[in-house]
């Protein structure tokens, strides 16, 4: 259960609610300095349920992101979170009505259409059971399998940056570079259509961020792992790793996952279009 001073945002869908949920989750990063958690709830398709939602909200102080695409439902949810106060906000809606207005088109209004099981869903499934078992360099033969590579030193996201490409059906893996460990031969092996990304950090912001991790743990934060001769020296290792690669590397210091992913699947569309030539 939440504590006094943790804000709730309840996400409430008729289908599973991941668009909803994203939309919210991309707005609290924008306060990073708020106690913020998402509560969700997917599937709902009763009246008695939107009710039972704004209830919640209003007796915990939090507000409602919403994709209701049946019309009942989106009406009850409107009239019934004014009546008690409760903002809620229609993230789906506006987009619906916009589309209608302009070309003239009426929607099926059947819930969960984003995840129908077609050619992309299963696309994705297969890059993220990809992802986790090719995860921090478990299994090196995923590296001339994957399409997309990454590499950097513990903590620059590779792990959430692999998870998130999966969700866009890209077969990604990732391995550690670790000085004392020389990278596998796969690594540098030419493979038609694949892309290697190298992840670096700001050696400060690696620093806490590692001293946190380890503080988490329950571990001494002064620890080698997280001391800045360490973070030199395995920045510097790296440097000399990517420079052999001929790999782009992008800076993930002050940039969020969505961020560094939008650059990598750029750069994948770059390849594309010129392999395409």
């Not at 510097?236 to 001929?246: N, P, S, T």
């Given at each position: 259960?939440?504590?006094?001073?943790?804000?709730?945002?309840?996400?409430?869908?008729?289908?599973?609610?991941?668009?909803?949920?994203?939309?919210?989750?991309?707005?609290?990063?924008?306060?990073?300095?708020?106690?913020?958690?998402?509560?969700?709830?997917?599937?709902?398709?009763?009246?008695?349920?939107?009710?039972?939602?704004?209830?919640?909200?209003?007796?915990?102080?939090?507000?409602?992101?919403?994709?209701?695409?049946?019309?009942?439902?989106?009406?009850?949810?409107?009239?019934?979170?004014?009546?008690?106060?409760?903002r809620a906000v229609d993230v789906m809606g506006p987009m619906m009505q916009a589309f209608i207005d302009t070309f003239g088109s009426a929607p099926k209004y059947k819930?969960?259409?984003?995840?129908?099981?077609?050619?992309?869903?299963?696309?994705?499934?297969?890059?993220?059971?990809?992802?986790?078992?090719?995860?921090?360099?478990?299994?090196?033969?995923?590296?001339?399998?994957?399409?997309?590579?990454?590499?950097?030193?513990?903590?620059?996201?590779?792990?959430?940056?692999?998870?998130?490409?999966?969700?866009?059906?890209?077969?990604?893996?990732?391995?550690?570079?670790?000085?004392?460990?020389?990278?596998?031969?796969?690594?540098?092996?030419?493979?038609?259509?694949?892309?290697?990304?190298?992840?670096?950090?700001?050696?400060?912001?690696?620093?806490?961020?590692?001293?946190?991790?380890?503080?988490?743990?329950?571990?001494?934060?002064?620890?080698?792992?997280?001391?800045?001769?360490?973070?030199?020296?395995?920045?510097a290792f790296v440097r000399d790793v990517m420079e052999r690669l001929q790999c782009p590397v992008i800076d993930v210091t002050e940039r969020a996952i969505e961020e560094t992913a939008a650059i990598i699947l750029e750069r994948l569309?770059?390849?594309?279009?010129?392999?395409?030539?």
């Amino acid at each position: 259960m939440a504590d006094e001073t943790t804000k709730t945002i309840y996400v409430c869908s008729d289908a599973v609610g991941e668009t909803a949920e994203a939309v919210a989750r991309a707005t609290m990063r924008q306060f990073a300095g708020e106690k913020v958690r998402v509560k969700r709830y997917g599937h709902v398709k009763q009246e008695e349920e939107v009710l039972a939602i704004i209830r919640e909200a209003k007796e915990n102080g939090g507000f409602i992101a919403y994709t209701l695409v049946q019309p009942e439902l989106r009406e009850t949810m409107r009239e019934e979170s004014i009546r008690h106060g409760v903002r809620a906000v229609d993230v789906m809606g506006p987009m619906m009505q916009a589309f209608i207005d302009t070309f003239g088109s009426a929607p099926k209004y059947k819930p969960g259409l984003l995840h129908t099981m077609d050619d992309h869903y299963f696309r994705k499934i297969d890059a993220i059971e990809f992802a986790v078992k090719y995860d921090d360099g478990k299994d090196v033969r995923g590296l001339a399998l994957a399409r997309v590579v990454l590499v950097g030193v513990s903590r620059t996201s590779k792990t959430p940056l692999s998870i998130y490409l999966a969700h866009k059906g890209i077969k990604t893996a990732n391995y550690p570079l670790i000085p004392e460990v020389k990278p596998p031969d796969e690594l540098f092996q030419p493979v038609p259509g694949r892309l290697v990304v190298g992840l670096t950090m700001d050696p400060e912001r690696l620093l806490r961020i590692r001293a946190e991790r380890l503080r988490s743990l329950g571990l001494p934060g002064q620890a080698n792992y997280a001391s800045p001769e360490r973070i030199r020296q395995e920045l510097a290792f790296v440097r000399d790793v990517m420079e052999r690669l001929q790999c782009p590397v992008i800076d993930v210091t002050e940039r969020a996952i969505e961020e560094t992913a939008a650059i990598i699947l750029e750069r994948l569309q770059e390849d594309s279009a010129e392999e395409g030539v």
